[in-house]
């Protein structure tokens, strides 16, 4: 009993301390509504979590039995899940050859996992099979299959699957690639970048980076891959074909910023449209069918649209800010064409932690309503966001 006080007095000014930490309730106001967001830990803290360093959230999508898979980058990338009738993150494993996988998880017919790794650059699958009765093992290898490289010597940064067909984004040159799930064949489809703004004089040195869409998105009907490519100019791939459609429009972009452009995300919407948004922090409106853009507007002073999801309100729900800002949460509305700034991604917890997101690397939805938004910085969380009134 005495050992016991001497604890619970030594405990009380940490208590007090933490509890004085707490944010100043007038920032509540410009948060998340804190009865609509919570986070939660890449595991089981206080150890098996996935490490510091090697816990930013870059890729999140979620299987068609409703769970979500999401990857990390860091020192290493691990693969975690989430089922929604259990609520809670379990780390899969590390990724082989990977210290990145950035909007690079798909999931095909059968259910299996593809993961673009990257610096390596092979796909590779992963097969789920009785996730929640494994034990968590930090550190242990992801036992996936690997499908090969698609290109030699490039990492794949982007991946989308339309069921039975796997597209990817690689860097740096900036190839758009096809492997068939049925025979187990690559196709290099193209270049869709031919030269960094920096080659065209028209940036500094340092600039050499081949400006493409940071995701890829498979349209309503399946039939088609769309993305970004130099210039913000926008390209198709329809499944069956041989090459890269380029077309004449590009994603909207401050004036004379065209050669900096980039879609950062997309979303399908089931009228057909495709939604995206800029590294302009500008949101715009595909019409594949005529193949045209509406610029719907900047719905945040801060450049990026770092995610955009669909929810079960209809709503498109989206996560703006670089990696210098602090990132907003924000929503439109296609009915009425009204944005909405919900307010920073802030989970408060009194009196035991207040935690916030600067960085976002990737967002999801998932049929029963939830948002899933990735933290990524060098100590992450993953947030569920609930829209419904």
Known sequence: MKNLKLFLIALLPITCIVAYAQRNPDYDKVVVLQTRIDARDLGYPPVDVIPDGESGITSLIVAPNGNLYGATSGFRSHLFVLIPQHGYVQPLGVIPGATSVTNALAVSARGEILIGSAPGGHLLEYKPQNEYIQLIQIGKPLPVTDLGQPVPGEGITALACNGNSVYGLTSPNAHLFEYSLMTGKFADVGVVAEKAPGAEKLGEKFETEKMMSRMLIVSGLGDAVWGSGQ???????????????????????????????????????????????????????????????????????????????????????????????????????????????????????????????????????????????????????????????
């Open 231 to 389: 210039s913000g100019v926008l390209f198709h791939h329809y499944f069956g074909s041989k090459e890269v459609g380029k077309l004449r429009i590009q994603a909207p972009a401050i004036p004379g910023r065209e050669p900096w452009t980039r879609v950062d995300a997309f979303v399908a919407d089931p009228s057909g449209m495709i939604y995206g948004g800029t590294s302009d922090g500008y949101l715009f409106r595909l019409d594949p069918e005529k193949q045209t853009v509406t610029n719907l507007g900047k719905p945040l002073m801060q450049y990026r649209i770092d995610g955009l999801v669909r929810g079960a309100d209809g709503k498109l729900y989206g996560v703006g800010g670089g990696k210098d800002d602090m990132a907003r949460l924000l929503s439109y509305d296609p009915s009425t064409g009204a944005y909405d700034v919900l307010g920073f991604i802030d989970v408060n917890r009194r009196p035991y932690y207040t935690w916030q997101a600067y960085v976002i690397g990737a967002m999801a939805s998932d049929r029963f309503g939830t948002i899933y938004i990735g933290e990524d910085e060098r100590i992450s969380k993953l947030y569920l966001f609930y829209p419904w009134p």
